[in-house]
């Protein structure tokens, strides 16, 4: 097959989204099908053109386009950067040669329309790869009013896109329900979910972890929340829980990414004098990540109420990965929850419930051995149902039968 995917950021830009197409990508290649990317010059959330306009990498041929002028300054600016992708992106996959399909994320959203495009002038199929849920995701956290003008008419994009592709791939169970309850086929939704290299993620031993050497950790239990702290996210349990165990020295917090509510996440840590107790950290380059992950004997993932379906954190699948239990602070119905109480791999937490999440940690760190138990069991659900080869694996069966449909 000759496939096309077409994303903001891709290789080598450390956001999920770029990681996972990288890694589909790669696993394409690796069994004798021809993969182009189209992708931005600039990296994620920054400003200017940083990346080669044209590369080849792991045999993926990449095409980047456009720039970021504004980065993340506002909402805005973000649209007018999305604006700037659309036409770049569009242009460069008209002039491409035909594809047999094309693999369209949400990012920015609604570039499906470009993946439609192609199917009208080149007769490619198209597959929208569905990571987030716009225009579901703005007015849930709200950025925009249900019933505004601009709601109801990306609602009804959405809901275009949705019918017109040859299929969507879904994240979770949760954005499956809400997907069809939109009016979309079954038959048009597959659901696979994202994942983690069960080969390249493993489990660094505590004693030679030099994450906890360098911050100073010792023999204490580390609590971590790793990536981005988006707008979805809920950071106030977790702080909660942290501020009400400033006084157990057996107990450390790390915070470490970036995102819109990092700074909210750091003030409140300064505000509080919780530096002794909590590190900040920048995100770290991915060839450290089972070493960073490892550092940790649980981590955080949360979502705030509302967001079940509209996003689904990838995180939890590293964290299975290395053999740690996930602590979730989210609504129960999130496939993030159903993973975790199907697997007992961690524990769900209600959001705000900062008592029950501290109860939780304090737990861990009065019985480090069954904290490794919790762990054992995560690595374990991760090997049966969601590594990278069988989530690839999947993807690759999917994307024959799209295209032989249309033979």
Known sequence: MRILMINQVFYPDVAATAQHGHDLARHLVEHGHEVTAISSRSLYGEKGAKLASKEIVDGIEIHRVGRSLFGKTSIIARALDFVLFYLAATWRA????????????TTPPFITLTGLLLRVFKGSRVVCWVMDLYPDVPIVCGLMKPDSLPSRFFEWLSRLCL???????????????LIESKGVPSEKISLIGVWSDNTEVQEVPRDRNEYRAQWGVGDRTLIMYSGNFGIGHDVDTFLNA???????????????????????VETFVHEHDLEETCILAPYQPRERLDELLSAADAHLV??????????????????????????YVGPAESEISRVIVENDCGASVLPGDSARLARTITGYADDPESCRQVGARARAALEASHTMHQRCVAWTELLENVVSGAR
């Open 302 to 327: 949360t979502l705030l109420s509302g967001r079940e379906g509209v996003m689904v954190p990838c995180k939890l699948f590293g964290i299975l990965a290395v053999s740690r239990p996930a602590l």
């Open 94 to 105: 008209l002039t491409l040669s035909k594809h047999d399909v094309v693999i369209c994320f």
């Open 163 to 177: 019918n017109s592709v040859d299929r969507n791939v879904v994240l979770g169970r949760c954005m499956q329900e």
């Open 242 to 264: 942290a501020l009400s165990l400033r006084d157990d020295d057996r107990i450390r917090f790390a915070f470490v990414g970036g995102g819109k509510r990092k700074s909210t």
